[in-house]
């Protein structure tokens, strides 16, 4: 299996993008509409925030789940017992937000949410009749006005040599919500686990947009488009001094979207922040 990146202005980019998402869970887009010198400037400020004591007064609200989530409250991956190594910022526009840094990092959830509907109606259109018919309202549709959608910025801080034996950056998982958009990280280690088996390197070339399934696309669609497991290890030689920061958009519907015959939204995304000890 190998994924490879797909021109997001190719005559045949959507089915390139949906063929790939269905066979791999993920798919790599390059020439997207989304600004690199923002998304690089994103990742420079917001290394500030992380160096920073101020970002302690931002300690996220366990009620609404938007703020700074410490290293020491970082998840613990469903099935592992070792906290990832991360710290990370909750942001959603109606959250708490440094007032110097909301108005850019307002700007990239807006143009990541734009390019998102466009990739969910990518996945609408090349959707079997038999699949599609299992959606309870389209799929764009689902996330319009959704307050739902949280944009996540991750701090992987440099490795210092006694960290918890077994733990890493971020342990083997999958994503809750229906697609995730990340712009190629800062640093590389990004992985998705093959239906071989095997642990394939995603590619991070800096301009590159990566994107997942989560689960609850994978319930939508009564398993047919698959939420893939990921994880990101930890790096060796001399990349153990960097921090990684990576920005992912988390694409959630409304509360009361019916996902299947078992599960709305809010009772899918309620059962899984419990297994991960987010509430």
């Known amino acids: 299996?190998?994924?490879?990146?797909?021109?997001?202005?190719?005559?045949?980019?959507?089915?390139?993008?949906?063929?790939?998402?269905?066979?791999?869970?993920?798919?790599?887009?390059?020439?997207?509409?989304?600004s690199q010198n923002l998304v690089s400037s994103v990742y420079e400020n917001w290394q500030g925030f992380f160096d920073s004591e101020e970002k302690m007064q931002y300690r996220f609200k366990?009620?609404?789940?938007?703020?700074?989530?410490?290293?020491?409250?970082?998840?613990?991956?469903?099935?592992?017992?070792?906290?990832?190594?991360?710290?990370?910022?909750h942001y959603y526009p109606w959250g708490q937000c440094p007032d110097d840094l909301r108005e850019q990092l307002q700007g990239y959830y807006d143009e990541a949410n734009g390019l998102a509907k466009i990739l969910l109606g990518w996945v609408e259109a090349h959707s079997p009749e038999n699949v599609s018919s299992l959606y309870s309202?389209?799929?764009?549709?689902?996330?319009?006005?959704?307050?739902?959608?949280?944009?996540?910025v991750l701090h992987y801080p440099p490795m210092k040599g006694d960290e918890?034996?077994?733990?890493?950056?971020?342990?083997?998982?999958?994503?809750?919500?229906?697609?995730?958009?990340?712009?190629?990280?800062?640093e590389p280690g990004l992985q998705v686990l093959g239906k071989d088996g095997e642990w394939l390197d995603v590619p991070c070339d800096f301009g590159y947009l990566i994107v997942n399934i989560g689960d609850m696309l994978q319930e939508a669609s009564g398993g047919y488009f698959p939420s893939t497991t990921h994880r990101v290890v930890n790096p060796e030689g001399a990349d153990m001094t960097k921090s990684r920061i990576s920005?992912?958009?988390?694409?959630?519907?409304?509360?009361?979207?019916?996902?299947?015959?078992?599960?709305?939204?809010?009772?899918?995304?309620?059962?899984?922040?419990r297994e991960l000890g987010l509430i």
């Open 1 to 34: 299996m190998k994924l490879e990146a797909v021109d997001f202005n190719a005559p045949d980019a959507a089915e390139r993008f949906v063929e790939s998402l269905r066979s791999t869970g993920f798919g790599v887009l390059k020439n997207h509409p989304i």
């Open 62 to 89: 366990p009620e609404t789940q938007d703020g700074l989530f410490p290293a020491e409250v970082s998840e613990v991956a469903k099935g592992h017992k070792k906290r990832d190594i991360k710290e990370f910022f």
């Open 137 to 152: 309202q389209s799929l764009s549709s689902m996330v319009d006005g959704s307050e739902q959608t949280l944009l996540r």
């Open 164 to 186: 918890d034996p077994g733990a890493i950056r971020a342990a083997a998982h999958e994503d809750i919500n229906l697609l995730t958009i990340l712009p190629a990280a800062n």
């Open 247 to 273: 920005l992912p958009l988390f694409l959630h519907p409304k509360p009361e979207v019916v996902l299947s015959d078992r599960y709305t939204a809010n009772s899918y995304l309620m059962e899984r922040l």
